[in-house]
């Protein structure tokens, strides 16, 4: 397969490793981005052009230009690899995904949050226990001036790593914008309310602190160390993650089946979101 990478930031000189990586993926170049020029790769300035040469086009640009590349490149008759978010509304993803099914082509949502060692260690320490409480603080020094809805979108992580943790998501109620920082109830499958904090200070580092408290034991996550009662247990690394969600997306389109986070939990999370914006 032929493979473009559309927007090559952070996320993108990641994606380019990641198709470099990969037995049968061959990269045709990258449209845009302020790694090009750092990157060995085709430089593309065409992108209609580009499109109709690839098979897979691999969107890592800006959120608010998700849905209009994800269109064009489902038009030109691509299949698709986007970051998070797909994009702003349920609806738009709705369409979105709609329109691949009528072209007969794959739409993969990158959710590496899930692949990540530190939801898939506090999805296995509660499993088959009942939880309590549990609460979620993330700093996002990088969203400090992003609009109010950018900052909202941007929490689909958070929960979809509730509703990883959690068996579900029945509701997300806003209970404050203040100074920057957004606090939210999250309540889970049976009821169970916690609570979602994020904050955009430049002055903060990026980092998440997430617990769970259970009938047994209190879980932590702290940036990269795991707490088990206070203790640390373990840490993790978070090499690799881009990697393994193109080969799911690959493997996925291969058997003709959805990929980890199904249609269904990314329209769901996408329509939890909306929540943050009341």
């Known amino acids: 397969m032929r493979a473009v990478v559309i927007g090559v930031g952070i996320a993108g000189r990641a994606r380019v490793r990641a198709v470099q990586a990969i037995d049968g ?12 020029p750092d990157l060995d790769i085709p430089v593309l ?25 994800v269109r064009k490149a489902l038009q030109a008759g691509c299949h698709v690899v986007v970051e998070f978010p797909l994009a702003s509304s349920e609806a738009e993803a709705r369409g979105l995904f709609d329109l691949a099914d009528e072209r007969g082509r794959m739409l993969h949502v990158e959710h590496i949050e899930l692949l990540s060692r530190t939801t898939t260690w506090m999805a296995e320490q509660v499993r088959g226990q009942r939880i309590l409480e549990g609460g979620m603080v993330m700093d996002q020094p990088s969203m400090a001036g992003a609009s109010r809805e950018a900052f909202a979108l941007s929490q689909v992580p958070r929960l979809h790593r509730w509703r990883c943790v959690g068996g579900g998501i029945d509701r997300v109620d ?9 606090h939210a109830e999250v309540t889970l499958a049976g009821a169970v309310p916690v609570s979602l904090v994020a904050r955009r200070d430049p002055a903060r580092r990026r980092g998440l602190d997430w617990w769970v408290r259970t009938d047994n034991h209190r879980y932590r996550v702290q940036g990269s160390t ?6 640390e247990v373990g840490r993790v690394g978070f090499s690799g993650l881009f990697e393994d969600d193109l080969r799911r997306a690959l493997d996925a389109l291969k ?24």
Request: with cysteine.
């Open 25 to 36: 993926l061959e990269l045709l170049g990258g449209y845009r981005g302020r790694f090009l």
């Open 174 to 182: 806003l209970q404050r914008w203040i100074d920057g920082e957004l």
């Open 226 to 231: 795991l707490y088990i009662d206070g203790e």
């Open 45 to 69: 300035h065409d992108l209609p052009a580009a499109l109709q040469a690839a098979d897979l086009a691999i969107i890592s640009t800006p959120t608010d230009t998700h849905a209009h590349l």
């Open 255 to 278: 058997g003709g089946g959805e990929s980890y986070v199904s249609r269904d939990d990314i329209l769901s999370v996408l329509g939890h979101c909306a929540a943050l914006l009341r």
